[in-house]
């Protein structure tokens, strides 16, 4: 079954410790992005990836880092999670058809973080 | 100013009736549009892609005016089952993956 992944589903963490949360996709698609979603501001892009090594930064990048070695992989890291990063992370995927605009991204289920 | 702004709802529209969704965006560069369905606690799933032609499938009618910077979405003979958020998207274009979702309008199809 074609599908993006991510693990942990739900996590409750402190500040200042070090997570990773994962995201794995099947389909061979060559571009990958993080998102959080938070009540009022909707879905929000922390980092994309175009293709193995090739990240950028989208539009809320700070307090996150992802790395991109293997093509079906794209973790995203906190370093040092705050309060303020307590939200819900969606991992998506899509590949190119030619029309590289019109891309439809599959999500993964999410991941519901918590901050203390 | 957001990027993307939506009506900010909530729609609560009878079984049958045709409700419509408004989008603006901000940003004059932006290569392509869509929108997206989200269910409670799910994830968002993509309903159709907007051209600047304008298309339909089905019940749902999707229209563009770059000029305008205004996206629409339309639903004629609304089911229980449309019941969701409905998320306006646009991809400002860099390198085609840098993506602004609005914030949504959810509706509530009711009996």
């Known amino acids: 079954e074609a599908q993006v992944t991510q693990n942990p589903r739900y996590l409750i963490t402190v500040t200042g410790k070090k997570l990773t949360v994962t995201c794995s996709q099947n389909?061979?698609?060559?571009?990958m992005s993080w998102y959080r979603q938070d009540p009022g501001l909707g879905l929000r892009q922390i980092y994309y990836?175009?293709?193995?090594?090739?990240?950028d930064k989208g539009d809320v990048p700070e307090g996150y880092k992802v790395s991109r070695k293997e093509k079906r992989n794209f973790p995203l890291i906190l370093e040092s999670p705050s309060p303020n990063q307590t939200s819900l992370y969606f991992c998506a995927s899509s590949t190119d058809r030619g029309r590289r605009t019109y891309n439809e991204q599959f999500f993964g289920p999410g991941t519901r973080l918590t901050v203390l | 100013r957001k990027e993307v702004e939506q009506d900010p709802g909530p729609f609560n529209v009878p079984e049958g009736a045709t409700v419509a969704f408004n989008c603006t965006y901000s940003?004059?560069?932006?290569?392509?549009f869509f929108w997206y369905r989200q269910d409670c606690r799910k994830e968002p799933k993509l309903l159709m892609s907007v051209y600047s032609s304008g298309n339909e499938d089905g019940r749902f009618t999707a229209q563009l005016n770059r000029a305008s910077q205004y996206i629409s979405l339309l639903i004629r003979d609304s089911k229980l089952s449309d019941s969701a958020t409905y998320l306006c998207v646009v991809n400002k274009g860099n390198y085609g993956q840098n993506f602004v979702f609005g914030p949504g309008t959810r509706l509530s199809v009711l009996p």
């Open positions: 940003n004059s560069a932006s290569q392509s």
């Open positions: 990836s175009m293709n193995v090594e090739v990240t």
């Open positions: 389909m061979n698609h060559e571009y």
